[in-house]
């Protein structure tokens, strides 16, 4: 077979564009929409570990056919075609939950970046109001507000939901004779997703002795994971903020609502605000100066 020359490489590309069609943009957008998705899925502990096994089985496979294994190679070569059900069998909850996503709403919330910052948003007010209520009742609260890294191994510890984020909802949980109200609730995207969920505990040494377990386990998560753990004191009714191992006491509502809209709203549209609102505020500023001219 005859090499490609270098000098018709750009022929050739340009060749390829000319057959490129509407029907492979969408082709790829939609593989590139699974990939996501089985990209999002791996990211749980549980996938992680079998991508891995994987990974080593393919090799071997490979192996065992560049080196004329035919033994190793059969056996292998079958377990492929029993491997296709066994990996439907075993992740049929993660499966189900991602058709479930794609006939609901939220699945083009994917889309429509607006829509989800709207969620973000009402999500924020809702556990700011029941921050503040259970605050003046002395309610001890703790809220796991997830991000990158996913809590699935939290979620399963407790009970599993899908509910979104209310006031009501947030103080009927954590009311002192509720059944799940001793563990942690877990937000993802603007959902609760689980309650009773217990979280680690703090190795942190250094910690000051006057908090107690509630702080403590909210530290911890906060040190594993990427997570915004949000804790409401049953002692003194204080509100803490710890993220990444570090707690953040004593909080007023105004100072947590600044605090979740920092760290959980996309940081995009906090910057695209900043420099719609600098042309403003130089206007102002020259609308004043101009005033003080006109005056002297």
């Known amino acids: ?162 509910a979104a984020v209310s006031s009501e909802l947030l103080k009927n949980i954590f009311f002192v004779k509720a059944p799940m109200h001793d563990g942690a609730v877990i937000v993802r995207h603007g959902r609760v997703l689980g309650a009773g969920c217990m979280l680690p505990l703090s190795k942190n040494v250094n910690l000051s002795r006057d908090l107690g377990m509630r702080h403590r386990a909210g530290i911890g998560m906060s040190e594993n994971s990427d997570a915004v753990v949000v804790i409401v004191s049953e002692e003194t009714g204080s509100i803490s903020v710890a993220i990444g191992g570090m707690l953040k006491r004593h909080l007023k509502p105004e100072t947590l609502e600044n605090l979740l809209r920092n760290e959980l709203l996309p940081q995009e549209d906090t910057e695209s605000d900043k420099q719609k609102l600098h042309p403003l505020k130089m206007l102002l500023r020259a609308g004043k100066m101009g005033g003080d001219d006109d005056g002297e």
């Open 1 to 162: 077979m005859k090499g490609l020359n270098v000098a018709e490489l750009p022929a050739t590309l340009v060749r390829y564009l000319l057959m490129f069609q509407v029907t492979d943009l969408l082709d790829i957008a939609i593989m590139v929409f699974v990939l996501y998705k089985v990209l999002t899925l791996v990211r749980s502990t549980k996938a992680a570990s079998l991508l891995k096994g994987l990974m080593v089985f393919f090799a071997a496979l490979m192996l065992s056919y560049a080196f004329q294994l035919h033994g190793i190679y059969y056996i292998l070569s079958r377990l492929v075609n029993w491997g296709v059900l066994a990996l439907i069998i075993l992740f049929q909850p993660e499966i189900r939950r991602i058709l479930e996503q794609m006939g609901s709403r939220r699945f083009i919330a994917f889309f429509t970046h607006t829509e989800a910052a709207s969620v973000m948003e009402q999500m924020i007010g809702q556990t700011v109001l029941a921050c503040t209520e259970m605050s003046q009742s002395r309610t001890g609260a703790l809220i796991v507000f997830e991000r990158e890294i996913l809590l699935d191994d939290m979620v399963r510890s407790g009970t599993v939901l899908d």
